[in-house]
C-alpha cells in the first residue's frame, strides 16, 4: 500500500479516470498479496519447531502475528469495500442488500450450509466419509457483517471438527453429526459443536498460539491437495485441510477485527463447542470504539 501511494499514484484524486487508473492499481496489488499468509505460516511452524536453546519469545511472536494479520485485514476490507463500490458505480453491478463488501442480511444458516459442503467434499475425498451438518436455532436469523471473513471463519471451525471427528471415531460405522445453532440477539451468537474428543485441559491455551498444531501425519494425508474455500476449485489461493496452525487463532483474529469475541470450551474425551459473537457492524458501539479496541489488544509490548 505504501508503495502504492507513494510511487504510483498522483493525490489527490480528482477525477473519473484517476479514480479507474486507482482501482486498478489496487486490485493488481490485492490479487499479487493474496498468498501472504500462506507463505508465513510455513515459517512460523518451523520457528515452533526451534529447541528451547534458541529463546524464541513465542508470546511476543503470537502478539506481532496478530498484529500483522490485523493490520492486513483492516487494508484489505478498505480496499474490497472501494472495489465493491466501483464495480456498483462504474459497472452496475451493485446488489440489492450490500453496501460495498458488507452484506445487511447475512445469513449464518445459509453461509454454516455453504462452508460446509466444501468441507464435506474434501472430507470425502481424504477420508471416504463425512459427517453430517445440523443447524438448530433461529436458522432465519440475519444481521449486517462482512460474509467473506465469517466464510473464513467457518471454514476454519468445520475443517478443525471434520478431522477430529474422523479421528476420533475411526473405528465406528457412523459419524456424529456437527451441529452449529443460531442465536440472534444483542449481537449474533453462532455456535459449532462437535463429538470429536475435545482437547486435553493442558492444551487448551496452546491452541491459540500461530504455528501450533495438533495434527500429526497419516496415511490420510494428501500434501498436495490445495482447495480455495469458496469456490472448490485448485488455485493459487489455496489452504490446507490440515495446515500449520494459523485457522483457529486468525479466525479470532478476524472476529475481533469487527468487535466480536471467539472462544472455545472443551470437554475432554467428548467434543468441544466454539462460541462465535458477532455484533452488527452498524452498531454504535463498533463504530465508535469496537474495531479500535479490537485492534489496540493485539499490539505487541
Request: charged share 25%; hydrophobic share 35%.
Amino acid at each position: 500500500f505504501h508503495r502504492l501511494i507513494s510511487e504510483e499514484m498522483s493525490f489527490p484524486i480528482e477525477t473519473i479516470e484517476d479514480e479507474i487508473r486507482w482501482t486498478t492499481k489496487l486490485s493488481k496489488m490485492l490479487k499479487s498479496n493474496q498468498n501472504a499468509i500462506s507463505r508465513l505460516s510455513p515459517g512460523i511452524a518451523e520457528v515452533r519447531m526451534l529447541p528451547d536453546s534458541a529463546n524464541i519469545d513465542f508470546e511476543y511472536l503470537d502478539r506481532f502475528i496478530s498484529r500483522f494479520i490485523a493490520q492486513r485485514l483492516a487494508r484489505r476490507t478498505m480496499a474490497s469495500f472501494h472495489q465493491a463500490l466501483h464495480l456498483a458505480y462504474h459497472h452496475k453491478e451493485s446488489r440489492e442488500g450490500w453496501l460495498g463488501c458488507f452484506h445487511q442480511k447475512c445469513s449464518p444458516a445459509r453461509m454454516a450450509q455453504q462452508c460446509f459442503s466444501v468441507v464435506s467434499d474434501i472430507a470425502l475425498q481424504l477420508y471416504g466419509r463425512s459427517p453430517r451438518l445440523k443447524i438448530t436455532g433461529d436458522k432465519e436469523a440475519t444481521f449486517t457483517y462482512y460474509p467473506i471473513l465469517l466464510e473464513n471463519v467457518l471454514y476454519e471451525l468445520f475443517k478443525n471438527s471434520m478431522r477430529a471427528v474422523h479421528e476420533h471415531h475411526l473405528q465406528d460405522e457412523t459419524l456424529p453429526d456437527i451441529i452449529v445453532k443460531i442465536c440472534p440477539g444483542e449481537e449474533m451468537t453462532v455456535i459449532v459443536s462437535d463429538r470429536g474428543g475435545g482437547i486435553p485441559a493442558g492444551l487448551l491455551d496452546d491452541v491459540w498460539g500461530y504455528g501450533y498444531s495438533t495434527h500429526t501425519p497419516s496415511e490420510f494425508d494428501v500434501d498436495h491437495y490445495r482447495v480455495n474455500f469458496r469456490s472448490g476449485e485448485e488455485t493459487d489461493e489455496t489452504l490446507r485441510f490440515a495446515g500449520y496452525g494459523f485457522g483457529l487463532p486468525m479466525a479470532r483474529n478476524f472476529i475481533q477485527y469487527l468487535g466480536g469475541h471467539l472462544h472455545l470450551k472443551s470437554l475432554p474425551g467428548h467434543g468441544t463447542d466454539v462460541y462465535i459473537h458477532m455484533p452488527s457492524v452498524y452498531d454504535s458501539t463498533i463504530a465508535t470504539k469496537g474495531v479500535y479496541t479490537a485492534r489496540r489488544r493485539q499490539d505487541p509490548g
